[in-house]
Nanobody, 122 residues
Framework: QVQLVESGGGSVQAGGSLRLSCVAS????????MGWFRQAPGKGREGVAA????????YYADSVKGRFTISRGNAKNTVYLQMNSLKPEDTAMYYC???????????????WGQGTQVTVSS
């Protein structure tokens, strides 16, 4: 059984930083990827960033390029999202997921975590 556990969410002021972590278990990661989506109240789920577990190849949404960095831990079942220069519009529930292809297509993501809340105040 695949399980994904996110951590690191919280409340910060605009301009601040947070680092999200996600650990996957029970997952065969050799040729796949992991990524982050977010969903704000009343909005659809938005792809934020993704990375192949081999470490080569990433995806970033235009809205976070230059501010967010996704990385893979030494243990290939771990992925991080470093979020800098946070804005109020980054406020959302952030979900970690495993995928077959990096990108923002929900259909390419197969297993999901429960989410961690990020709140950015102005």
């Amino acid at each position: 059984q695949v399980q994904l556990v996110e951590s690191g969410g919280g409340s910060v002021q605009a301009g601040g930083s947070l680092r999200l972590s996600c650990v996957a278990s029970g997952y065969t990661y050799s040729r796949n990827c992991m990524g982050w989506f977010r969903q704000a109240p009343g909005k659809g789920r938005e792809g934020v960033a993704a990375i192949y577990t081999g470490g080569v190849g990433t995806y970033y949404a235009d809205s976070v390029k230059g501010r967010f960095t996704i990385s893979r831990g030494n243990a290939k079942n771990t992925v991080y999202l470093q979020m800098n220069s946070l804005k109020p519009e980054d406020t959302a529930m952030y979900y970690c997921a495993t995928c077959t292809v990096v990108g923002d297509l929900v259909d390419e993501y197969n297993y999901w975590g429960q989410g961690t809340q990020v709140t950015v105040s102005s």
